[in-house]
């Protein structure tokens, strides 16, 4: 019986997936004008996507964003989500979950399988959502999964996301924009992890950072 139900969910979870992003891509339409810059950076392999935060339509924005690639995103999300009215749409993605506050050596092997499988991780390196708008203090975790199994990291910016259908927001249409930077390989060193971690998360901070300003040209 567990080996039919290991089969059941992993037929479940990818139809599931498709089915709630492409119905989202449908409902985003008629909320929002939206955008995808940089989306043929999004390569095939083993990669961790390292995004920014704003709001809580994030990981549906990135998933629409990278559907047209063909990669399934598995997110990793913060345990206080399996707890709310929407747990059954959350558990249908197959999240890895987070006990944040601790190290949570379960979700870290987890996470470090799921790149060495080849697949897409998703992570929000700020640990949660900006307030205001700006980048926020990077937690380490992104790049000590990125260095404990050499995975390359693509930096991504999501862009007025925390507008989306608050009143005053639906008409007109907010702009929404998702930017991709280009993945930079990740190999670790010999010596100390720990300093290896601050180094690249400063990196990520400053791709992230970069984003910004590329956003900010295009639009003067």
């Known amino acids: 019986m567990k080996a039919l139900g290991r089969f059941v969910w992993k037929l479940y979870v990818p139809c599931f997936y498709w089915w709630s992003v492409w119905t989202s891509y449908g409902i985003l339409l008629l909320m929002a004008r939206w955008r995808v810059v940089g989306r043929e950076h999004v390569a095939g392999g083993p990669l961790i996507l ?51 506050g601790a190290s949570d050596r379960g979700a870290l092997r987890k996470a470090e399988a799921e790149v060495r499988e080849g697949g897409l991780l998703g992570m929000f390196p700020e640990g949660t959502r900006s307030k205001t708008g700006s980048l926020g203090r990077l937690q380490g975790g992104t790049a000590l999964i990125a260095l404990r199994t050499n995975t390359s ?37 010999t010596g100390p992890l720990a300093e290896q971690v601050e180094e690249l998360t400063e990196r990520i901070r400053e791709e992230l950072e970069a984003l910004l300003l590329e ?4 639009a003067a």
Not at 57 to 78: E, G, N, Q
Not at 156 to 164: A, D, E, K, M, S
């Open 50 to 100: 390292a995004s920014s935060h704003l709001g809580n339509v994030d990981p549906m924005m990135l998933a629409i964003a990278i559907a047209p690639r063909r990669r399934y995103i598995r997110f990793m999300a913060k345990e206080q989500l399996f707890r709310y009215v929407l747990t059954p749409f959350v558990i249908g993605w197959n999240p890895i979950r987070l006990y944040r």
């Open 153 to 189: 990291i693509l930096p991504c910016r999501v862009f007025n996301t925390n507008v989306l259908g608050k009143k005053g927001h639906l008409f007109p249409r907010p702009q929404l924009t998702v930017r991709f930077g280009k993945p930079f390989p990740v190999e670790r060193r």
């Open 215 to 218: 956003h900010e040209a295009e």
